[in-house]
């Protein structure tokens, strides 16, 4: 996924360099557990060694994204918005805005009282009588020429175990958590699917055209060098 996007989004800046603007693309995602550093992260927050990776059946990688570590696995929403804001605005702290804005929206469909944390990008479940903030969205993006990659990971059913092997995000002073875990019952992740990615289209006001999985090598052929060995690896052709 990652050598997707990146793929996608040089792809994008191409275009805009000849005149050629192509379509903003997002790609929602559940991925096998991995640990991911990001290029200002600190690799000390990683507390497990390579022999617990394995135990656990996780990956480490180092990423090109801003921020510190985070984990991705099932049951978790990641979202990769490869947008083009200089057709939107140019303002990298307020495109972060608008993607917390679009997963509070979300929660809250839920019944899920979420809010930012001043100086601390994601979003956060409100303190309440179950304790202090903690974590459900976590983000970190890459921009190029105003064209972004990478994006947010929404814990809705997250086996949340795993996140005991990092400081998440290098925050050790608050925890993380899931719809999941404050809902006591297990959301269906396609319902948050598509209420998340209505809420993203919503706030950047965008114009939303699905492609399904089984269209997406035919889509893809507008973006150029993504062969079909690349969308085998990561399981979207077989």
């Not at 297990?186 to 990615?197: A, D």
Request: proline share 4%; hydrophobic share 40%.
């Amino acid at each position: 996924m990652w050598e997707l996007q990146r793929r996608v989004q040089q792809s994008i800046v191409n275009g805009k360099r000849s005149g050629n603007r192509k379509a903003h693309v997002l790609f929602t995602v559940e991925h096998p557990p991995v640990f991911t550093l990001g290029k200002s992260g600190d690799e000390k927050n990683l507390l497990a060694s390579s022999d617990e990776l394995d135990d656990i059946g996780a990956s480490f990688v180092h990423i090109d994204r801003g921020g510190d570590i985070t984990f991705h696995g099932p049951g978790q929403l990641v979202v990769y918005p490869i947008l083009d804001l200089e057709q939107i605005f140019t303002d990298v702290g307020k495109y972060l805005r608008y993607l917390e804005e679009a997963v509070i929206r979300t929660c809250a469909s839920w019944n899920i009282s979420t809010d930012r944390f001043e100086g601390r990008t994601g979003v956060w479940v409100t303190a309440d009588s179950h304790g202090p903030e903690r974590k459900i969205c976590a983000m970190g993006i890459k921009a190029s020429r105003w064209v972004t990659m990478h994006g947010l990971a929404l814990n809705v059913s997250t086996d949340l175990t795993y996140f005991s092997r990092i400081v998440p995000c290098g925050i050790d002073d608050r925890g993380v958590t899931s719809m999941e875990k404050e809902l006591g019952v297990k959301p269906e992740t396609v319902q948050i699917r598509e209420s998340l990615i209505t809420n993203i289209v919503d706030v950047f006001e965008l114009e939303p055209d699905e492609v399904s999985a089984a269209n997406l090598p035919s889509f893809l052929k507008e973006f150029g060098d993504i062969d079909g060995s690349l969308l085998s690896q990561i399981g979207l052709v077989d």
